[in-house]
């Protein structure tokens, strides 16, 4: 009966309905292709991931015939990869555990406390997030030999903590800044310290923006290249991205190997993505709607 | 509980040259209702938050309970307070809001649950304890911010405009339970509204301020009736009592205020306390009365420019003759009177107040006022 009330619509609406069914579709198509076009170059590593390079060559782009998964653990044993996956677990672990503490606590400062000279910290730490890093690289390396951290992972973990620390202190300020006065009045007439505040209201409150932030930092430093490769040199301190790097010989590239790297490189950011990706959209759109 | 006292209390902001709170002296008494009701912007709230210990006192005395708690932080004043947004933690559940204050407090958990059962009978909160924040209504959420100042069962309440945020029934009736709630718990409790009909109902005094000042303190109907000046005779009443102004004139030989073309005798008031020129006249709504334009007596007459009928009854905007100024007159709902018709309005003698021009300070009269 439905179906015959519907069969028989005005010519309007029948319009209507044609006209969304046509921008849906529409838009459909452009998921689709936008998810096509960022997950097929993905997929189309994976599958070089357990070939051999020498099957690569001959076929770029050709399913695998018999699934390499040795690779996997060739990577992993031989090629020290074990080794590198701890390294980089350490080194943005630790990075992204100071520096979210430490931005949040700025932040909090920042946003709430009316100290004079407030307005120029905040402009300073912002003005450094327009300079690209690349630029104090070298004076990095310099200061890093000087106070023997070169080649250590705890001053690439320092290193990465003051790159990421104005972002996030910028990121929270403002979502921290939102959080209305009353709270911490509240809390105060409740007998609790600025401190005690900070950890017990501010924190869980803004828990959506720092795991924005937890999940951009950890993402941006996974990957991060540049200032590894300056800075780092014994195969023992080496980070994942460094470790793949390894694979590129001067005149002979393991594509493969660099393959079967990547795939272990991206693991725990897919796991991280998978679990937080509500929290992070939470996050980015908060205060966006009352 | 305690007793609140102000002692000659300044606040000033930096930059600026006007204290946005002036030598404001008040006695809050043990176990008292005291409202502090005023406009936007008097400094009432900030009076509030200094008591509350949120804002440092610039100068001057703050005692509770006889100590003097000037540069005691709040969190040690032992002081509970509801805010207008209600400051619920959003992240914790309604037990927990409850409860959160008396954990920093170190009560033990056996008395926090006991205390929190019976705050939340009190308000009717039982079912809601596990809820959140968001997941209630307005009222409730008013509750749970009353709730976890009960709870601590603090020295004294202070409340900031905690009844702003609800709609007009639901007002009216958390008025009526903050009221029971007060005689329940027999607790000093400071009330900061800018809503005179609240200050009129639940204060056992009022203290009106104005541009920072205390105006006048006293008990609810003893303000309306005998206002210290033309601000506080202005600010309570609904709608506010005319004030114009008119020239003091002798007739035969009494003396009176000339009112553009009218004129009221003024036999109450000694004739040396009369200022030489001009004065402020009052006259609430409600007191003057509808009558022929041609009547006798002492009658201001005009042209209605505007009829408003609310129901219950019907108020007239009157332009009164010769420039005087305009008033608004309240009076029976069937009347009927269109904007144009020419109208007299009846002053009973009893009913007029009068204020210096200069000074806008009552002028007392010899006899007591109804």
């Avoid at chain 2, 033309?230 to 000339?258: I, Q, S, Y």
């Avoid at chain 2, 420039?323 to 007029?352: F, I, K, S």
């Amino acid at each position: 009966m439905t179906e015959l009330a519907i069969a028989h619509p005005a010519a309007g609406s029948l319009a209507q309905s044609a006209t969304r069914l046509l921008r849906r579709g529409g838009l459909m198509a452009a998921v689709v292709l936008y998810t096509l076009y960022s997950a097929l170059p993905f997929f189309w590593v994976g599958t070089m991931s357990v070939r051999t390079t020498s099957e690569i060559s001959a076929a770029h782009f050709a399913w695998p015939e018999t699934f390499h998964w040795d690779k996997f653990r060739t990577a992993w044993v031989d090629s020290n990869f074990a080794q590198y996956f701890w390294n980089s677990t350490v080194v943005v672990a630790s990075a992204v555990a100071i520096v979210t503490l430490l931005g949040a606590a700025a932040a909090h400062c920042l946003a709430r406390y009316n100290f004079r000279g407030n307005r120029l910290v905040y402009f300073i730490l912002f003005s450094s997030i327009v300079f690209p890093p690349q630029i104090i690289l070298i004076s990095l390396f310099q200061v890093l030999v000087e106070y023997d951290l070169y080649n250590s992972r705890l001053g690439l973990t320092i290193v990465y903590v003051s790159l990421q620390l104005p972002l996030t202190v910028y990121l929270l300020e403002g979502f921290f800044a939102r959080i209305p006065q009353d709270l911490f009045d509240a809390a105060k007439m409740d007998g609790y310290s600025d401190f005690e505040i900070f950890w017990r209201i501010v924190i869980p409150v803004g828990m959506p923006a720092i795991a924005t932030t937890v999940i951009l930092n950890f993402i941006q430093l996974w990957n991060e290249f540049l200032f590894a490769v300056v800075l780092l040199s014994d195969q023992e301190s080496r980070t994942l991205p460094l470790g793949i790097r390894a694979y590129m010989g001067d005149y002979f590239q393991d594509i493969g190997m660099i393959a079967t790297g990547m795939m272990i490189a991206v693991i725990p950011v897919v796991v991280l993505y998978a679990f937080f990706s509500e929290k992070l959209i939470q996050g980015m759109t908060a205060g966006a709607v009352k | 509980m305690a007793a609140v006292h102000l002692e000659n209390i300044y606040k000033r902001y930096k930059g600026t040259p006007q204290p946005a709170v002036e030598d404001v002296s008040l006695a809050v008494q043990d176990g008292e209702f005291m409202v502090l009701l005023g406009p936007s912007g008097c400094g009432k709230s900030t009076t509030l938050r200094m008591i509350a210990g949120l804002e440092s006192i610039s100068d001057g005395r703050l005692a509770i309970d006889g100590r003097v708690v000037n540069d005691v932080p709040a969190k040690d004043r032992d002081i509970a307070m509801v805010f207008q947004s209600y400051a619920l933690y959003p992240h914790m559940t309604v037990a927990d809001n409850l409860a959160f204050g008396l954990r920093r407090r170190k009560v033990p958990s056996a008395e926090i649950d006991a205390r929190v059962r019976s705050a939340a009978d009190v308000l009717g909160l039982g079912a809601l304890l596990a809820r959140k924040p968001y997941a209630l209504s307005g009222g409730q959420r008013q509750r749970v911010a009353l709730g976890r100042a009960i709870v601590r069962e603090p020295k004294a309440f202070l409340f900031d405009e905690p009844l702003s945020n609800l709609d007009a029934a639901l007002r009216v009736r958390t008025r009526n339970e903050l009221v029971r709630l007060h005689k329940q718990l027999g607790a000093t409790m400071i009330y900061v509204t800018h809503d005179q009909v609240e200050a009129m109902t639940m204060g056992q005094r009022i203290c009106v301020m104005n541009n920072g000042r205390v105006a006048q303190v006293g008990e609810p109907l003893e303000v309306y009736r005998r206002p210290a000046d033309a601000f506080v005779a202005r600010f309570l009443g609904n709608p506010p009592m005319n004030v114009l102004k008119a020239a003091v004139e002798r007739r035969d030989g009494r003396p009176g205020a000339r009112l553009g073309g009218g004129w009221l005798p003024l036999s109450r008031w000694d004739a040396a306390a009369l200022p030489p020129a001009d004065v402020l006249v009052g006259m609430r709504p409600e007191e003057l009365q509808l009558q022929a334009p041609d009547a006798a007596g002492p009658v201001l007459r005009g042209a209605v420019v505007g009829v408003e009928p609310l129901g219950a009854e019907t108020l007239l905007l009157v332009e009164l003759d010769g420039g005087a100024g305009e008033v608004t007159a309240r009076v029976h709902r069937d009347v009927r009177t269109r904007p144009g018709d020419r109208v007299g309005l009846g002053v009973p003698e009893a009913a007029t107040y009068l204020f210096d021009a200069v000074t806008e300070k009552a002028i007392a009269a010899r006899e007591v006022q109804p």
